[in-house]
């Protein structure tokens, strides 16, 4: 695919169903119970728990980030599997980061399965794994000066 034809923007309530195609399309990180995050729970995050983002690709949303400003979390960074390894979850992780350190100095963290690419995009970076969260996942924590410090050319 051409990255001429990636579109990264703030994520908007009309976004929700194909944010929803997104999250429930993932072969890693799958939700348990797809019910549990409903299109309410994503408006709340976009509008008033903090902010998210969207790569669009003609029509369809690729892929999506969502940061939790009252939880200090990364509510979720999923791509389609069709659209991975193209960069689009790290520049919706850069930009989310970017975003999360202009309205806060305070440490972010976020659960991911182990032993998933997802641990090892983590892992490369620059978060800190800090132990285990939630029903077995990795705990990682990302602080503002390490996140200076990954942006450093």
Not at 31 to 38: I, M
Not at 72 to 79: E, G, K, M, Y
Request: charged share 25%; with cysteine.
């Amino acid at each position: 695919m051409n990255n001429n034809s990636l579109i990264f923007r703030e994520a908007l309530l009309h976004d929700i169903p194909q944010i929803q195609i997104v999250r429930h399309s993932v072969k890693e990180n799958v939700l348990s119970n797809p019910a549990l995050v409903t299109d309410g729970d994503c408006a709340h995050f976009i509008t008033d728990r903090g902010k998210g983002w969207v790569c669009e690709t003609g029509a369809i949303i690729a892929g999506f980030a969502i940061a939790d400003l009252r939880e200090h979390n990364i509510w979720a960074l999923f791509v389609r599997p069709e659209y991975e390894s193209q960069g689009i979850g790290r520049a919706l992780h850069d930009r989310m980061l970017d975003w999360y350190f202009d309205q806060t100095q305070e440490t972010v963290w976020l659960g991911t399965s182990p032993h998933t690419r997802a641990e090892k995009f983590y892992t490369r970076s620059g978060w800190t794994d800090v132990g285990i969260v939630n029903k077995g996942e990795v705990k990682f924590e990302m602080t503002l000066e390490r996140w200076a410090q990954q942006k450093k050319p």
